[in-house]
């Protein structure tokens, strides 16, 4: 198709964006990868990933079936691992310890696989429960075949009947003392494991999280590592039944499966023996702590935040190119239609997003950090800090996700009719993130989870205890500390966050209490006060997000330029919170109403601001557009164009007029002839 005048406006549009960029992009691009080193490395693999034509896709897979679909990235997920295992220079590169991993969790690694790799829970959860659960013995029996791929695991938790409440689960482990064996059985059709990803025709080995049994004696979930699949044949082993659970909303190439056991059959040396064991006589070997047990889904939480960073780093790359190319209507009547980008409206659905990646991104990094530092001092024995990690995990988790999946769906309504098209890739995108907010405990639950740590250490702080980092605040405090800043500043800001939360725990801790007192079960009190309670931990894994956002820019290393824009989107984070929960710190007394007025007049001052950085901001995530995988998102914003090829390839176009016509369409039209 020859060029249109269209085309060639929106590539201008782009370049025009870019020439009035304020800041030096490469810092921020180097910042978030972690180094300039890490740019270099990062741009390299790609370069070599990008470049193999295995990973290219012959059809679009909305265009295949649903056993194609899943053969295709089963295909690209197997050369990945084959092109790690045979190639030195890119284990060199990518790391060769933990370097598949990343690879695979990567927004490389997650473009390359479309909708699901079937390979990604032996990465995330099986081989690092065999590393967190397993005895040093254990992990030289296991991890050198995982790590080939010679053995592919996942991790089956989940069963038809219960999936948040672990200690409901119904697969039980029964040791056998006479044998060595521990006995796997699934005793009702709900203690059918149901959903762990890549279980259906994947994997041939699992771990499996099912109720100990002992001389008697149940001990709670454990993890065993169990073979599903003959290692020759791929057959289910006898005792075993597979399956897949059929499409879901999204991730379709996950091959997502049902489990149950007949009475099989594994050695005792299969239960993960880290923390707790059972020995030869059925003597039961109690861990340090029962949640230890629960390792694996700490650090799939974590990592889970990175990818919800990644995935709005997308979407909203795609939306603000988008939205510089796209003109629609008129500002002022008998003007040039502007791009839509001009409109406040528009820009308070994006920029405010932009934001959100680099909040995502340093409250990240520093659980990143806690995970690491707790780890090392539970090898040391010191498990002090476990319900620290618990809780900021559960709440990034929770926190990173659903401002994720919401912001993708902005994103797709800020592209209008277009963000409907699967060539926008935002339909992808939504729906693996969404995925998120259930998996690796479901978000509502997550917060509860946080909501018990912040209620148990505001009594503890009552008491005199000292309280761990992330909720020191709540210690209680003079009120000249909780005095009203007047001066709005950053710092004033989230003061503002520590008021609202210690009021609205003080808040719910006395509903609690009053309940309790006037003769309520405390359980039942906590599910009556539990809307409340889920706002208490949502308001404080916010404020978290806002500190670790605000020390994260102040530390950064970059430029005074680069500083100004980074705090811009960190006040514009702060300022658009506070303004879309207003009547948490209006009730706390943290601001007053004349605050609000004058935040609301600087969100549109910082709108203003920041709308000339868009798309130089996107650009800096450097993110390929392969990667990209959106026509409406592309670097050179040639998108009607794009839009046009894509829909020629649409297997209904292949025929003017289609065979369905001929057997329908056509006897139902000339019937009456
Ligand atoms: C690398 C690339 C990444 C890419 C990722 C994308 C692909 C992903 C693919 C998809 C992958 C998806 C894969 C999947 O989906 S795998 C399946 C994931 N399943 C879940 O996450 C289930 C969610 N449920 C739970 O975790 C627990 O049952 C909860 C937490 C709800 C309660 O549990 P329980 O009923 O047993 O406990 P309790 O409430 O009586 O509380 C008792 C005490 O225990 C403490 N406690 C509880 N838990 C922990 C813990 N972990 N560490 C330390 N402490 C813990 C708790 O604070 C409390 O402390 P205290 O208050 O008494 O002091
Ligand atoms: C795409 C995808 C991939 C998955 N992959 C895996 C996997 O690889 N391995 C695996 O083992 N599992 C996997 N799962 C299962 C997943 O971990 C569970 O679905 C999840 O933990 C939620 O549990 P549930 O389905 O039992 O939901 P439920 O707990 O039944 O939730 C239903 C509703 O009840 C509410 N609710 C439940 N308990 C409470 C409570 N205590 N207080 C207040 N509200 C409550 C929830 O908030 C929710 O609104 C996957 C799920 C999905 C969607």
């Known amino acids: 198709m020859a060029k249109t005048s269209e085309n060639h406006q929106c590539m201008d549009d782009l370049k025009a964006e870019r020439e009035r960029c304020s800041f030096n992009k490469h810092e921020i691009t180097t910042l978030l990868d972690g180094g300039e080193d890490k740019t270099k490395q990062r741009r390299k693999i790609e370069k070599v990933f990008l470049s193999d034509p295995e990973f290219l896709d012959a059809t679009r897979p909305e265009y295949l079936s649903h056993e194609d679909r899943y053969a295709n990235e089963l295909r690209k997920a197997c050369h990945m691992i084959r092109k790690f295992n045979e190639d030195e220079e890119i284990q060199q590169l990518v790391g060769q310890m933990d370097g598949i991993r990343t690879l695979m969790g ?34 030289g ?85 169990v073979q599903l699949r003959d290692e020759e044949t791929h057959q289910s082993l006898p005792g075993v039944t597979l399956g897949e659970i059929g499409p879901r909303l999204g991730m379709n190439t996950n091959d997502n499966g049902f489990l149950c056991f007949s009475h099989h059959r594994i050695p005792r040396t299969h239960l993960l023996m880290k923390h707790s064991q059972v020995l ?13 047990a629960y390792g694996t889904m700490v650090f799939v939480r974590v990592a889970i935040c990175f990818d919800t960073y990644r995935q709005l780093q997308r979407a909203v790359t795609i939306a603000t190119r988008y939205s510089a190319i796209r003109r629609q209507s008129e500002l002022v009547p008998g003007q040039p239609e502007p791009q839509i980008l001009e409109y406040q409206t528009q820009q308070y659905k994006i920029l405010p997003l932009i934001a959100t990646v680099f909040g995502i991104h340093f409250a990240a990094q520093s659980v990143w950090q806690t995970y690491n530092d707790v780890t090392g001092s539970i090898h040391d024995g010191n498990l002090d800090l476990l319900p620290e990690l618990h809780t900021l995990s559960c709440g990034l988790k929770a926190l990173s996700s659903s401002d994720a999946a919401n912001g993708v769906e902005t994103c797709r309504l800020s592209c209008g009719g277009h963000g409907y098209l699967a060539s926008s890739n935002l339909p992808r995108i939504y729906t693996t993130t969404t995925a998120a907010i259930t998996y690796e405990g479901e978000n509502t639950v997550m917060w509860l989870q946080v909501a018990r740590y912040l209620i148990k250490s505001f009594r503890e702080a009552r008491q005199g205890h000292r309280l761990h980092h992330s909720v020191s605040y709540l210690t209680p405090r003079p009120a000249s500390t909780h005095a009203l800043q007047t001066n709005l500043s950053n710092a004033a800001l989230v003061e503002a966050f520590r008021v609202a939360v210690s009021h609205l725990v003080g808040e719910v801790a006395a509903r609690l209490q009053g309940q309790c007192d006037s003769g309520m079960v405390f359980e039942h009190a906590w599910n009556a ?65 004349s605050d609000m007025t004058t935040l609301e007049e600087e969100l549109a001052t910082l709108l203003a601001a920041l709308r000339p950085d868009a798309v130089s901001l996107v650009d800096s995530f450097d993110i390929h557009d392969r990667i990209l995988d959106s026509t409406l998102g592309c670097w050179d914003g040639n998108v009607y164009e794009r839009m046009f090829e894509e829909a020629k390839k649409s297997p209904l176009n292949q025929k003017d007029v289609p065979d369905a016509y001929y057997k329908y369409l056509r006897p139902l039209m000339k019937a009456s002839l």
Request: charged residues 15%; neutral net charge; glycine residues 12%.
């Open 141 to 225: 029996e296991w991890m050198g075949r995982a790590w080939s791929g010679e053995i592919i695991g996942t991790y089956a938790q989940t069963e038809l009947g219960h999936g948040t409440f672990l200690r409901g689960l119904e697969t039980t482990a029964t040791y056998d003392p006479s044998t060595e064996e521990f006995v796997l059985h699934s005793p009702t059709i709900t203690s059918t494991k149901w959903w762990p990803g890549g279980l259906g025709k994947t994997a041939n080995y699992a771990v499996v999280m099912a109720q100990l049994y002992t001389r008697g004696r149940c001990h709670g979930p454990h993890p065993f590592i």
């Open 529 to 593: 006060c539990s809307v409340q309670l889920a706002r208490c931990a949502q308001v404080h894994i916010r404020y978290f997000t806002c500190e670790e956002f605000l020390s994260g820019v102040e530390k950064a290393e970059v430029s005074e330029a680069t500083r100004g824009v980074l705090m811009r989107l960190c006040r514009l984070y702060l300022v658009f919170h506070i303004i879309g929960n207003q009547g948490d710190f209006l009730r706390s007394g943290a601001l007053t109403p």
């Open 106 to 139: 990567s927004g490389l690694g997650v473009a390359l696989t479309k909708d699901g790799n079937p390979l990604a829970l032996h990465f995330i959860m099986f081989m690092p429960s065999i590393m967190g659960q397993g005895t040093v013995e254990q992990q």
């Open 280 to 292: 030869q006589d059925g003597t039961y070997v109690r861990p340090a702590n029962d949640k230890l």
